[in-house]
Structures are given as C-alpha cells and as structure tokens.
C-alpha cells in the first residue's frame, strides 16, 4: 500500500469535507508545529490536551489531511480492535509532540535543543524512514510511505518527517512561540519583518493588547 507523502501544513483551519466541525487550529504554518500545538494553555495550571484519545488523534490527522475519510474510518476499527495498541501509539504520539515542541521552543529562542527531545526524535525518525520509497506520481515520480494503511501509528510518519526537515532547513529561523502569557504555541513567522509576536492576531494578539491597555489605564489612575 502506498501512502502519499505531506509534510507541510494545509492550507486551512478548516476540516474536510465530510468530517466533524473543526476542533483543532493548524495555523502554525508547518504539519510538525500543529503537532504541537494539540496541547492549548500550555503555560497555565490547567492546560488542555486536545489529543485525550485515539480517535482524537486520528481526527487532527483527518483535518490535517493526513488521511481520508475512509482511511481514518480503517484506523478507528482498528484501534477499536487493539485498544490495548491503540493507546500506545497515543502514548508514542504525545511524547513525541512533547519532544517536537521543547525542540522548537528552543530553536525560537535561541537556545540548544535537549538531547533527550533529540533523541526522541531521532528514534522516531529511524521508525519511518525504512517506510518511505520512491513510487509513481502521475507521469513521473515522488515520495510516498509504503507502510500498511491498517498501522496505527502512521498519523506519526509525516509528522515525524517534518520535524526533522524543518529542524534541518534554514527555515528554522523562522519558528517562534507565542508571546501570550499561557499559550506558548510555535508558528512560522512569515512577517516582512520578522516581527510577529502571537499565534494568532485576532485571539492571544488582540488579548494582550486589552491586557496592556488596561494595565496603563490603571497606572494612569494611580492604580485605584
């Protein structure tokens, strides 16, 4: 079976058609950020963990068009048939997402990437490597993942991939964390200037602002 190869990020937030409204945001700009950004409020007491089960998994990987509709409903049976397995690889998928964001945490703020966040990846990269193989695309030929569509973990394979071509390519520079006091989500930085500060304008962006104008409000009125 040959499985096509993505890497980057979809182009929408949305979900494809014919799946439920859209629960998670893949606004990071690339497939292995979004991975990590499945943990909301990382940086307060209380953090939300969008990824609580298996099926949770398999639904960002079906909006992230990882896989089709029917490709996840193979999954779903699957890990309804191995649960046992099926919540293992949930396991394997959050230690991995942990590794990615702690690696990419550091890259935005210029500090060294931990050795054990690079091993993890590492040995999830030795996993999925044997897997990929040069198959026919069209009139041509391109990249594509020749493991078993019935694998629970291949929702991991591109999102391991990516990580570790993002973490290599020049467009690391690019990777920043959210300035929000609790979100702390990774995003590519796409800017003229480079000067982007949060995930997302219109939420984090829009609240620190709020938060600012109030703190100098209060300042103004002698904190009264």
Same mark, same amino acid.
């Given at each position: 079976?040959?499985?096509?190869?993505?890497?980057?990020? /979809?182009?929408?937030?949305?979900?494809?058609?014919?799946?439920?409204?859209?629960?998670?945001?893949?606004?990071?700009?690339?497939?292995?950020?979004?991975?990590?950004?499945?943990?909301?409020?990382?940086?307060?007491?209380?953090?939300?963990?969008?990824?609580?089960?298996?099926?949770?998994?398999?639904?960002?990987?079906?909006?992230?068009?990882?896989?089709?509709?029917?490709?996840?409903?193979?999954? %779903?049976?699957?890990?309804?048939?191995?649960? %046992?397995?099926?919540?293992?690889?949930?396991?394997?998928?959050?230690?991995?997402?942990?590794? %990615?964001?702690? %690696?990419?945490?550091?890259?935005?703020?210029?500090?060294?990437?931990?050795?054990?966040?690079?091993?993890?990846?590492?040995?999830?990269?030795?996993?999925?490597? /044997?897997?990929?193989?040069?198959?026919?695309?069209?009139?041509?030929?391109?990249?594509?993942?020749?493991?078993?569509?019935?694998?629970?973990?291949?929702?991991?394979?591109?999102?391991?991939?990516?990580?570790?071509?993002?973490?290599?390519?020049?467009?690391?520079?690019?990777?920043?964390?959210?300035?929000?006091?609790?979100?702390?989500?990774?995003?590519?930085?796409?800017?003229?200037?480079?000067?982007?500060?949060?995930?997302?304008?219109?939420?984090?962006?829009?609240?620190?602002?709020?938060?600012?104008?109030?703190?100098?409000?209060?300042?103004?009125?002698?904190?009264?």
């Amino acid at each position: 079976m040959v499985i096509p190869v993505t890497n980057q990020a /979809p182009r929408s937030r949305s979900a494809p058609t014919g799946t439920a409204a859209s629960a998670f945001d893949l606004s990071g700009g690339r497939l292995c950020l979004d991975f990590a950004n499945t943990l909301s409020k990382r940086l307060t007491s209380h953090p939300t963990e969008l990824l609580a089960s298996y099926g949770d998994l398999v639904a960002w990987s079906r909006q992230a068009r990882l896989v089709t509709a029917r490709e996840a409903g193979v999954l %779903i049976r699957e890990a309804k048939r191995r649960p %046992i397995d099926a919540a293992a690889v949930l396991e394997r998928g959050v230690a991995l997402r942990e590794a %990615i964001y702690r %690696i990419f945490s550091a890259v935005a703020d210029e500090r060294p990437a931990g050795g054990g966040d690079l091993a993890t990846l590492n040995a999830a990269l030795a996993e999925v490597l /044997p897997l990929l193989g040069i198959v026919p695309k069209g009139d041509g030929f391109g990249w594509g993942w020749t493991g078993d569509e019935q694998r629970l973990d291949r929702i991991l394979w591109p999102v391991t991939r990516s990580a570790a071509e993002l973490l290599t390519s020049a467009e690391r520079a690019a990777v920043r964390e959210c300035d929000a006091q609790t979100c702390a989500w990774l995003f590519m930085d796409r800017s003229r200037n480079r000067s982007r500060r949060w995930c997302d304008m219109k939420g984090c962006g829009n609240r620190a602002k709020a938060r600012r104008h109030y703190e100098r409000k209060k300042r103004g009125h002698g904190g009264t």
